[in-house]
């Protein structure tokens, strides 16, 4: 029998707050940022539009825009319920946040 897929990346608690967002409730980036009570930019930088690329949405799952983002996501989640993530939670010397 093949072994069971398992998800090539692990988000941040934060970043799948704002994934969830966007999924689950179809909001755009400002409607997330003001949801949250943080700032457009502070958006900007999870999904890594500015700031430290490596370490955003887009780069963590090998996405281009939020709707290749958002796909991706409902895979990610579906794993994530089934316990088949590879098990990395925080960046490396991050705060993971």
Do not use: W
């Not at 072994?3 to 799948?16: D, G, I, K």
């Amino acid at each position: 029998m093949p072994p069971l897929p398992r998800a090539r990346f692990v988000l941040t608690p934060r970043q799948e707050q704002i994934m969830d967002l966007v999924v689950d409730e179809g909001l755009n980036h400002k409607a997330v940022a003001t949801k949250l009570g943080i700032s457009f930019q502070a958006i900007k930088n999870h999904l890594s539009l500015t700031g430290n690329r490596e370490r955003g949405i887009y780069a963590r799952m090998g996405c281009g825009n939020i709707t290749e983002a958002a796909v991706a996501y409902l895979g990610y989640r579906s794993l994530k319920a089934r316990g088949m993530l590879n098990g990395r939670t925080r960046n490396k010397g991050g705060t993971g946040r």
